[in-house]
């Protein structure tokens, strides 16, 4: 198959999505395909009829994820006075391929609006489709619809504006509406971390988000065409689950399994499957979790893109069940492909 691996963009994941395209690139090039890694934003000179018989090593340059998120200001001056979002040959080059691997993270990425373009295109691509998309990234919208639907998530408030004069509960969590890789998360305690917090909050985004703060343990698990995976634990050696924690290998120890009682396991595998339903998310999806002391669960959220790195969850639940990586990145194409079947 002729596939594009899409990652890059403009997003505060802009580097762990280019780490996940790199690895994805690389495994499907090992199962025989012909593959072209592209980031979605700059683009790339070849054009469609040549790219994919390229010798290029597109991964070549693709550096590890650094402690601190990128600067997007520093890339978005490459483009300096284009409008555009796709960058050159972006989308004819879609269009020629099989299937487009969707390993882009974060706002540009997640919220359905390259799903929804491609889907006025014609283009085929990996992941839930463009609505699902876009509400799981809301997480205001996100947590309205698990209510509805008796998923157990935390309380929460939408702030109207940073001079909003809601008073939390400490302590609490106050994060943005649409980001991911907890970039835009903070854990206040009292009122002058509260009110800092809210302001660095709005410094990213319109819609910030202060939510009821669940002591206790962590858990995530992966959801593959309505199935569950097996669920991982998470427990960051130092403070919470950050983007340091996520992406620099050591700083967090995940256990897959989690070492629970079976009875919790099916639990957290249950509520996973109901929030993906009540997203209507397709194909695949990560939900998060909380589980307190007395092992109440509570749904954080769910991930639509979930990260593909070497330190990446996913990876690791599918490796519980016998899939290697290079198996899992062709189980997500071949699911994927149902769907425009």
């Known amino acids: 198959m002729k596939i594009v691996v899409l990652a890059g963009g403009i997003s505060t994941e802009r580097d762990v999505s280019l780490v996940t395209g790199r690895d994805v690139y690389k495994a499907l090039r090992e199962n025989g395909h012909q593959v072209v890694l592209l980031d979605v934003y700059l683009g790339c000179d070849m054009d469609a009829d040549m790219v994919f018989d390229s010798d290029t090593d597109w991964a070549a340059k693709v550096a590890p994820v650094s402690e601190t998120t990128p600067d997007i200001g520093e890339i978005m001056a490459l483009r300096a006075g284009e409008r555009e979002f796709f960058g050159s040959n972006v989308i004819t080059i879609c269009q020629a391929a099989d299937i487009v691997f969707m390993a882009l993270h974060g706002d ?31 997480k205001d919208i996100s947590k309205q619809l698990f209510r509805m639907n008796n998923v157990p998530t935390p309380d929460s408030h939408m702030l109207c504006g940073a001079d909003d004069d809601y008073q939390p509960k400490y302590p609490c969590v106050v994060k943005i509406c649409n980001g991911g890789s907890s970039v835009g998360v903070y854990i206040a305690n009292n009122e002058s971390e509260y009110k800092s917090a809210v302001e660095d909050a709005f410094r990213y985004e319109s819609k910030v988000i202060v939510e009821e703060y669940i002591s206790g343990r962590e858990f995530t698990c992966g959801v593959i065409e309505g199935v569950a995976l097996p669920v991982v634990e998470i427990a960051p050696k130092s403070g919470f689950y950050d983007y340091r924690s996520k992406y620099q290998a050591g700083a967090t120890v995940e256990t897959c399994p989690a070492q629970i009682d079976d009875a919790i396991t099916a639990r957290i595998q249950e509520e996973a499957v109901r929030a993906c339903d009540a997203l209507g998310i397709r194909t695949y ?54 769907k425009w079947a």
């Open 285 to 338: 999806a990560r939900i998060d979790f909380m589980m307190n002391d007395r092992q109440d669960i509570y749904c954080l959220e769910a991930n639509t893109l979930p990260g593909m790195t070497p330190t990446s969850l996913i990876p690791q639940e599918a490796a519980a069940i016998g899939k290697s990586y290079n198996e899992l990145c062709e189980w997500i194409i071949e699911i994927s492909m149902r």
């Open 108 to 138: 540009c990425g997640e919220n359905g609006k390259i799903q929804a373009a491609f889907d006025l295109m014609g283009i085929r691509y990996t992941g839930t489709d463009s609505l699902s998309s876009a509400i799981a990234m809301d």
